[in-house]
């Protein structure tokens, strides 16, 4: 272990919004595992000017898929006042109480800040940025300047100039047939996209 706080913590969710006046609160998710906002027990809350998440507990919770949100209720939060207090805090865990992962599954933090290759080519694609939720997640990446340009991007998009300092970014299905390789001990992932995929999103 080293001695960087951060590395004993991870990050589950972040505080968006009180909801309702009962002092229940808004939570996005950034963990894929429902147990960590719905089963009572003890969490962490790390709020802005705080050097350590400070412990608190959760009594309940409960998932509102289509804002992708979960809604839960913690020990001393009354009120809409309290809850409000609270915006903008991080919900954590120890780094320690991963939940074991089957062979093909991965945390959503270990994605973030990989390089992503061609397979074929070895070409540097981009790197992931994000990981978006849907029936597939997917895989954020943004590309490569060298890999954007290599693409000839048009410069004129529907009468529009596009700027091209902005980094493109796509979006790759996170299955196997498509990203085959992750090898999160190199930091990175290998590729095999359709033709066609990568330019889709331009």
Not at 61 to 82: F, H, M, P, Q, T
Not at 121 to 137: H, Q
Request: proline share 7%.
């Amino acid at each position: 272990m080293t001695n960087d706080k951060s590395d004993n913590w991870l990050e589950i969710g972040k505080i968006v919004a009180p909801q309702g006046l009962s002092g229940e609160l808004r939570v996005y998710p950034v963990s894929d595992f429902p147990e960590r906002f719905e089963v009572p027990g003890k969490r962490w809350l790390l709020c802005s000017g705080d050097t350590e998440p400070q412990p608190i507990e959760l009594l309940t919770g409960r998932y509102i898929s289509n804002k992708n949100l979960y809604v839960i209720k913690l020990a001393g939060v009354e009120n809409c006042d309290r809850a409000e207090a609270l915006r903008g805090c991080k919900l954590m865990v120890p780094a320690s109480d991963r939940p074991q992962l089957g062979e093909d599954e991965y945390h959503v933090l270990d994605l973030i800040g990989l390089e992503v290759f061609m397979q074929a080519s070895g070409e540097l694609v981009g790197t992931v940025v994000d990981i978006i939720p849907a029936g597939n997640d997917l895989l954020e990446v943004k590309l490569h300047q060298s890999f954007a340009t290599d693409k000839g991007q048009m410069t004129k998009d529907k009468g529009q100039m596009t700027n091209d300092k902005k980094q493109k970014t796509v979006l790759i299905p996170f299955v196997q047939a498509i990203a085959p390789v992750v090898d999160l001990k190199s930091n990175r992932i290998e590729i095999t996209p359709p033709p066609g995929l990568l330019e889709i999103n331009n």
